[in-house]
Structure formats: C-alpha cells, structure tokens
C-alpha cells in the first residue's frame, strides 16, 4: 500500500501532491489494478490534512479512471499507468543509484542534486526537440 507524504517546500498544494504520487506508483508498477488507495481517515490522520484536501485527490484520480470509490469499502485502482517497458526500470534503477552515490561523494546535498539532475534533463529534452 502506497504511504503519502507531504514537502511543504514544494509549493504544490497538498492535494496535487497526493494526486503526483498515486500517479508516480502507477507508473512505477508500485500500485496495481485492484490495489487499495489509504482510507481518507488514515491519510488524514497520517499528514494532518483536511479531509476534503484528500477527498479532492481521490475525486480527481476517479475523474481520470484511476480509481473507483466503493461506497462503505474504500477507494481501488482501476488501472495501472505502468508501460510496456517497466522492465527496463531496474537496470536503470541501480544506474541512478550509482549516479546519486557519486554525487553524494561529490559533496552535493539533496537539493543541489535535484537541480543538477533537473537542469540535465531539461537540457536533454531540448536536445532531442
């Protein structure tokens, strides 16, 4: 089961975050179709969070087909957003480990590394365009 966390640094409002995060399980293979989404209660009671700010996550992921709410039971996934290449994911997986041990030894913090990597992928992207 899929435990949410908040980044009050993020600037992404709370329920978006939710919403990013089942989205990223599925397409990671972490959630699968007929998996079991966290009751509201007990996201609420594990973030702290308005139960409507949940509520509004769940609704949205159910808007795009994600997820069906059964009334009395609680919230599924309908379908995964995995592709045909999750295969590749492990290999890649222990790449970036290696990668991020190396920067890591390099000296860089978590944010220096997620800019490093942000702005590399940005610049290759608009190397491929």
């Known amino acids: 089961m899929i435990e949410f966390s908040l980044d009050a640094r993020s600037g992404v409002s709370p329920y978006l975050q939710v919403v990013q995060q089942v989205r990223r399980a599925l397409r990671l293979g972490l959630l699968e179709k007929g998996d079991q989404l966290p009751t509201v209660k007990d996201v609420v009671a594990r973030l702290a969070i308005n139960p409507n700010t949940v ?11 994600l997820v069906a709410a059964r009334p009395g039971v609680g919230t599924f996934v ?7 290449s999750l295969a590749a994911h492990e290999p890649l997986r222990r ?3 290696k990668w991020l041990a190396k920067a890591r030894q390099a000296g860089l913090d978590d944010e220096s590394i997620e800019d490093l ?5 940005r ?4 190397e491929i365009a």
Request: aromatic residues 10%.
């Open 55 to 65: 509520l509004k996550a769940y609704r949205e992921l159910e808007r795009d087909g």
């Open 78 to 84: 309908t379908r995964t957003l995995a592709s045909s």
């Open 95 to 97: 790449d970036l480990a």
């Open 117 to 121: 990597f942000t702005s590399s992928f």
């Open 123 to 126: 610049s290759a992207d608009e």
